[in-house]
């Protein structure tokens, strides 16, 4: 079956950077769009960032500039290199596949992986 797995969260002070990856395994890796979304208590999980299958990428407006992801698709994984991170960034992060891209845009992917938490304090 389809797993997606994220590591690479934990706490961190303001300013700081993590790395998180995204593990995935059961699908046809490089033919999926790929993304990462993150949630906080109460509020709806909102897009962060995604890649396609041809490697080009779209960020939300709060993390342009800061995060970058990115593919390896002879690794069969996905990246969210996160930079100059604040308070605000503090959620649980998780990893999308789609096999379209604006069902993953929309927050509607084909698989979502179990979640990964960061922690920013300041």
């Known amino acids: 079956q389809v797993q997606l797995v994220e590591s690479g969260g934990g706490s961190v002070q303001s300013g700081g950077s993590l790395r998180l990856s995204c593990a995935a395994s059961?699908?046809?890796?490089?033919?999926?769009?790929m993304g990462w979304f993150r949630q906080v208590p109460g509020k709806e999980r909102a897009w962060v960032a995604d890649i396609d299958t041809n490697y080009n990428t779209w960020y939300a407006s709060s993390v342009k500039g800061r995060f970058t992801i990115s593919r390896d698709n002879g690794k069969n994984t996905l990246y969210l290199q996160m930079n100059s991170l604040s308070p605000v960034d503090t959620a649980m992060y998780y990893c999308a596949a789609s096999s379209a891209r604006w069902s993953l845009f929309a927050g509607k992917p084909n698989y979502w992986g179990q979640g990964t938490q960061v922690t920013v304090s300041s």
């Open positions: 059961g699908l046809n890796y490089s033919g999926y769009n």
